[in-house]
Each structure stands twice: as structure tokens, then as C-alpha cells.
């Protein structure tokens, strides 16, 4: 089969010929992969920037597809059934584990996940444990399907943030990539209209108004003259791009008793600059979110709810693109002319 592999030793990616995978494990799943989302984390990892596998692998963590085989005990899905997967691993005994905080487990977690340290969806199947794979929602199709892991990941991050926060609450996205988009689609659908989104790319701020959601959509500096002559000031501002500046002003705008959620990925080496005083005196909060722990059944139930209004991928900002033009893909995230690339495997299979 093709795959698109990365060698961590020196940075190279290519599409090679590698065996399929077969069944090992009583829990195996076989999926034939549809969709695969290339996301913000890849780019951290083909850069060295984020940890990953030691050894040559096959990247990809946000994929949906169809089920070809299945281990003897596995129960919740069969030969034929629509899926996404969710690239968590578990070991089911740590303390982590057992105080439900799995996705901190001391042999899992995000640096351990399908698609960083495993195996994962950048290719024509993968191999996978049946814990992890959900079955979709009839009207979800297989190309929207690839977008319940991110999307799982703004519902642990809903829950982190401020939920339940009352309809009013004056909101800040900063950051329009993909994340920002669906932190945008996700909060409209909940009802909430007083958002606004902050992101440097003109680009980028077009595409997020394409989903039409009334949001203010404005420049970094924009957001400076309105804190200035507007007196903007946010309940909660939630980091989607990772950039210490926009982190640095999200904090910066915060009100009395104000949240701040990082959510967008960061390299380790990254830094800003906070005054403890300022969080004492506003008695503000600072909250991080990783992953997806429980939320991701719940991300089936949003998007079931979502359907086509959100999940658009022109409205995203999605373009498709075949994996072996995976060239063209990266360049298209370098110059920030989509908020996602998503690649386009088995598309055949919807």
C-alpha cells in the first residue's frame, strides 16, 4: 500500500510501498483509511519541533475510513461500518489511568499516539485498537468524519475553558487557522454571538468569514485600538495559533476574573512574558488543554447536531489534496492560503 512516511533522522517525507497491516491482537481493528487531516502538530514534527517516533513511521492522526477486519473480541464495530478514529493510547493502569486522566498516562499520552509514535493515517490502512474507533453518525460522511478528532479536542478544551458559560460572555479567539475555525463553528452552534476572532493573516480572516457567523473578525492590531478606544475587554480568550505574542495580548485583554485557555501548540522552547501582578489584581485564571480525553463520542453527537451548516469544508477553509501530492499540500499551510489540508486517500470509499 502507499504511505506517507516521515524519517525522523533526517527530516525526509515520502510516499513508499509498505505491506498492509494485519490483524495481531484479539482488539485489532483494520481500517481502510478515507480522509486524513494533516494538522498543526505534523508541521511541529516535520520541523523537529514536537516529539515523535525515534524511528521512520507513517504520521497521521485525524482520520476516518471503513472497517475491513477485525480482532476475534472486538464488539463495538464491524466489517463494513463508517468510522473515525481517535489516535489515543492508554495503558489502563497508571495513576493517571486510574484517576481518569488518561490521556496523561504514563505509557500513552500525546507524544505516544497514533500517528506520532505509531503507525498511523497517512496511508491506505491502518491498524488500530477497536477502543478508539467510533462508529459515525449516519449523516456524518466520511469527509466530515475526518474532522472528529480536532473537533473532540475543542470539546475537552470547552470543558477546560469556561463551560457552562452563560450566553453573553465576550469571547476572543486569537488565531483563525483550523482550530480557530472550529472553535468558531462550535461556539456558534452553542449560541454564542459576542466572539472575536483575532488573526494576522488577511487571508486567514476572509476564510474564517466564510461560515458567515457574524463575529467580529479583526487584525491583531485592530484588537489593540479597540481595547484602546472601545474599552474591549474579554471574559474568556482562548489561544488557538501557539504564537506567544497573541498569547501575551489574549492575556493582556483579559477583564476582572477573566480565563485564558492555551490551546494551540506551542514549541517546548517557547516563551511569553506575564505579570504576576496583573493576574493577581484581576484574580485571572490560566488554563492548558491537550487532547481529547472523553470527548470524543461527544464530538460525534456536536457534529451530528452541526451537520453540513458547520462542517463545510469550503467554509472551513479545507482544501483536499491526494497524498502523493503531499508537496503541494505543506506549501499551501507554509503561504496560509487554507486553514487545513486534508488528504484525500480512499475518497472513492464515501
Known sequence: MDALRFDPATKGLGVEKIPIPEIQNDDDVIVEVAYSGLCGTDLHIFKGEFPSSKVKYTPGHEYSGIVRAVGSEVKNVKVGDRVACDPQRWCTTCKY???ARYHHCVEGGVENATGIRHDGGFA?????RSRVVHKLPDNISLKQGALAEPISCVIWGLDRGFL???IGTQILLTGAGIIGNIWTAVLHHLGHRNVT????SEIRRELNKRMDTGYTVISPDELTQRVKNENY??????DCSGNPRAIEQALSTLTYQGKLQIFGVAPPQA????SPYEIFRKELTIVGSIINPWSFPRALGIMEAM????????????????????QKALAVLDNSTAAKVVFAINPNLE
Open 124 to 128: 491506505q490502512f491502518s491498524r488500530i
Open 271 to 274: 516563551r511569553v512574558s506575564i
Open 307 to 326: 451537520s453540513d451548516r458547520y462542517l463545510d469544508y469550503h467554509k472551513l477553509g479545507i482544501e483536499v489534496f491526494k497524498l502523493k501530492d503531499y
Open 97 to 99: 489511568c486510574f484517576t
Open 233 to 238: 475587554a474579554a471574559d474568556v480568550a482562548v
Open 197 to 200: 476572532v483575532v488573526e494576522p
Open 164 to 166: 457552562p458559560a452563560p
